[in-house]
């Protein structure tokens, strides 16, 4: 059996112009918090393509978090919330930011969500400490992220988070959502300790693995996803040009 080290090059080097694409997942990111260090933990949400690095503070009952989703349209808006009463949006007291036109950077607000009706989405305030509010938007593509820290009571081993993306701006307020499924299931609980929680980082942050948990919810992590994808394309490529 004899090789073509020209067609083998020619596969690695197409592999890695893809690799990119596949690439986008919690350890290639880069994102960081308000100190420039790296989050303790990234989860790839089960739903909506979306993305939550974190770190929790035992040390003082804090939550720090940074958010990452495309919103549904170019003016559209994505939200990071904690619902403190129960597991759904009713009650959520959200971070949202919002693209009032195409190359708007990101404005953030604050909602307290009362109900479904597109007046209940208003700006409000929050039922709990919150700090470094920012958000922005990623290079090389229509993702946006939310940066926030937030006071947790003391002695929780979990928070109930939810999370959405919508498509409908108008004058600075943002519309209902989708009601797709994709869109309805945006919810879990997320472990700050515990068993199949992360370490507690009241000094600083590395980037362990954790969990989401909750019924049907848990998150998965993605930090080897490139590398698996990159090596099987290869080897299938690379196989067909291997006499």
């Not at 993702?143 to 006071?151: D, G, L, P, Q, T």
């Amino acid at each position: 059996m004899s090789s073509h080290p020209s067609l083998v090059l020619a596969v690695a080097c197409f592999v890695s112009l893809i690799s990119p694409a596949f690439s986008q997942t919690c350890s290639t990111q880069n994102i960081l918090t308000t100190h420039k260090t790296p989050f303790q933990t990234c989860l790839h949400l089960t739903v909506l393509d979306s993305y939550l690095h974190y770190t929790y503070n035992a040390t003082n009952s804090s939550l720090s978090v940074a958010f990452v989703a495309t919103p549904s349209r170019p003016t559209g808006w994505i939200a990071w919330a904690i619902n403190p009463t129960g597991t759904g949006m009713v009650g959520s007291q959200a971070f949202v930011a919002l693209i009032s036109a195409p190359g708007d950077p990101p404005v953030l607000k604050t909602y307290n969500i009362s109900g479904y009706s597109g007046s209940s989405l208003a700006e409000g305030r929050l039922a709990f400490e919150f700090w470094d509010l920012r958000a922005e938007a990623l290079s090389g593509g229509n993702r946006v992220v939310i940066h926030a820290s937030v006071k947790v009571p003391a002695g929780e081993d979990s928070v109930n988070q939810v999370w959405q993306i919508g498509g409908n701006v108008t004058n600075g307020r943002i519309g209902v959502h989708p009601f797709t499924p994709a869109n309805l299931e945006a919810k879990s609980v997320l472990r700050l300790a515990g068993s199949d929680a992360p370490a507690s980082a009241p000094g600083g942050a590395s980037n362990t693995p954790g969990q989401a948990g909750g019924s049907g919810n848990a998150g998965s992590m993605t930090t080897n996803v490139n590398f698996g994808v990159s090596l099987g394309v290869l080897v299938m490529l690379g196989s067909m040009f291997i006499l």
